[in-house]
């Protein structure tokens, strides 16, 4: 219906394995570093686990996080990013497709939208570091290393530590790591006929 023989191509998901590779590894290391500024700043709280799981446990439990990560990260940058990139070729482009896509991110999260402004706001912020890394890049598996990096690095963290926001703090951090991330995916070599 969009035009595309091979089906990945009708959204955006022609392999970019350095492209996933760089945005995974951005990420899980911005997810830890956010949080050890907010726990120096007062708005993380962050503690061992009792009893952390271990070895083949701890091998199992972390290979589970790996995928039940990697599927939904996957299938919401379809639907919030990849779809719209190339059936709307209006939107396909430059700063309006990354902020219907950060707006679209923001509404695959009907059951957050709950919390609050302060939610939509880091949402969006999120989704905006997302949809860039494809206008950026011209292919969905950008998007798809930061969203799951951040998912895979929460999911790691939790195996072994106690992580809370101390009142909306959580949402605030994760808001400016949102935007470090878009800074950073605004940092790498524009695609020919990028206007992002």
């Not at 595309?4 to 995974?24: K, M, P, Q, T, V």
Request: net charge positive.
């Amino acid at each position: 219906w969009l035009g595309y023989r091979n089906g990945f191509h009708a959204y955006a998901l022609e392999w970019r394995g350095s492209a996933l590779a760089r945005a995974l590894a951005v990420m899980l290391v911005l997810k830890p570093l956010s949080v050890l500024v907010g726990v120096a700043v007062g708005v993380m709280r962050v503690q061992p686990l009792e009893k952390p799981l271990m070895g083949t446990a701890l091998l199992v439990a972390a290979l589970g996080i790996v995928v039940s990560t990697f599927v939904p990260s996957v299938a919401e940058d379809i639907v919030a990013r990849g779809f719209w990139y190339r059936a709307w070729p209006v939107a396909g482009q430059g700063v309006g497709y990354v902020a219907l896509s950060a707006g679209v991110f923001v509404l695959t999260h009907v059951y957050r939208l709950g919390n609050g402004p302060l939610e939509w706001l880091m949402l969006f912020c999120t989704g905006l570091a997302y949809a860039a890394a494809v206008a950026r890049t011209g292919s969905l598996w950008g998007a798809v290393g930061l969203h799951w990096g951040w998912n895979l690095a929460n999911g790691l963290l939790d195996l072994q530590l106690d992580v809370n926001a101390v009142g909306q703090g959580g949402r605030v951090l994760s808001t400016v790591t949102g935007l470090v991330a878009l800074g950073l995916v605004v940092l790498l070599p524009k695609r020919r006929g990028s206007t992002v």
